[in-house]
């Protein structure tokens, strides 16, 4: 008898131990975003961006790190060239215009050109509406939509035709998951660019979606709950918290040819949380 999914062993690709597929292979491909803080976590597990970055490269793309922080992306970076693939390290602010078209000019200059584009970019400022300044709520606007508009706009211009991009959202935009009505509201708003993104850029047969991660064990979550002690007890329908291997196999398919028919869509990663509660 086959035992109930809860009891069975979680697959390779939960922990990141899979093998690649070559699912990307001749792909280039840009992450803004693909550092990682540590937010004083001890022994912090891998983030969203740079376990995106580490499974593009083992799935045979050519990848461009960006971050603000050139020490995190150049760790990432040497992740990124243990998988035996090309790598680029550019810094520069995400919420930047001059940065932003830099670091996508510089990555399809250096990689030969670009196929595909991840916006890994989210931060969260204020608690609650009183403790929400206008200051708070404009930077958290600045980071979290302006950079994956900046992104948008600077490469579909220099996107090939069948490129994608991957903007990184939460299941804040969905339901009420923390006390920063900054975060949920500038996270909503990834929606409506990605719609316009994916019907602007598909003339050009270039696709643009938009994956959704959940509750995700990475330092920032823990972080999270430490603030919030009851976010390490929210039911989740599969009983576990999600890893950023299991966002980061989401991006790789939509990046892949495997999603060529798929475009302005949400691809929610949270274990049925937002839905089957």
């Not at 979680?10 to 491909?29: H, Q, S, Y």
């Not at 919420?95 to 990689?111: F, H, N, P, Y």
Request: hydrophobic fraction near 45%.
């Amino acid at each position: 008898m086959t035992a109930p999914r809860a009891e069975l062993a979680l697959p390779k690709e939960v922990t990141g131990r899979a093998p690649g597929r070559g699912r990307l292979a001749g792909r280039r491909v840009l992450v803004i975003g693909a550092g990682q803080q540590t937010h004083d976590v001890e022994d912090p597990p891998i983030g969203n961006g740079r376990a995106i970055s580490v499974l593009c490269g083992r799935e045979g793309a050519w990848v461009a790190i960006a971050d603000i922080d050139g020490d995190a992306a150049a760790e990432t970076a040497r992740q990124v060239r243990s998988e035996g693939c090309r790598t680029v390290t550019v810094v520069g602010d995400a919420a930047d215009e001059t940065d932003v078209e830099g670091m996508v000019t510089s990555a399809a200059r250096e990689l030969g050109g670009l196929d595909g584009l991840v916006m890994n970019v989210g931060v969260p400022h204020g608690i609650g509406f009183e403790g929400t300044s206008a200051d708070d709520w404009d930077r958290s606007f600045a980071v979290n939509v302006r950079s994956h508009f900046l992104g948008c706009k600077h490469a579909l211009r220099l996107l090939s035709a069948g490129g994608s991009v991957v903007l990184i959202s939460s299941i804040a935009a969905l339901i009420p998951v923390n006390e920063i009505p900054a975060y949920h509201a500038s996270k909503a708003a990834l929606a409506g660019l990605c719609c316009f993104a994916a019907h602007d850029a598909a003339r050009k047969g270039i696709r643009v979606n938009l994956v959704v991660p959940g509750l995700i064990d990475t330092s920032l979550g823990r972080l999270a709950t430490t603030f919030d002690p009851a976010r390490a007890d929210k039911q989740v329908p599969l009983g576990r918290e999600g890893t950023a291997w299991e966002v980061a196999y989401a991006v790789s398919f939509l990046l892949s040819d495997e999603a060529s028919y798929i475009t302005g869509q949400s691809l929610v990663v949270d274990g049925g949380y937002a839905a089957l509660r």
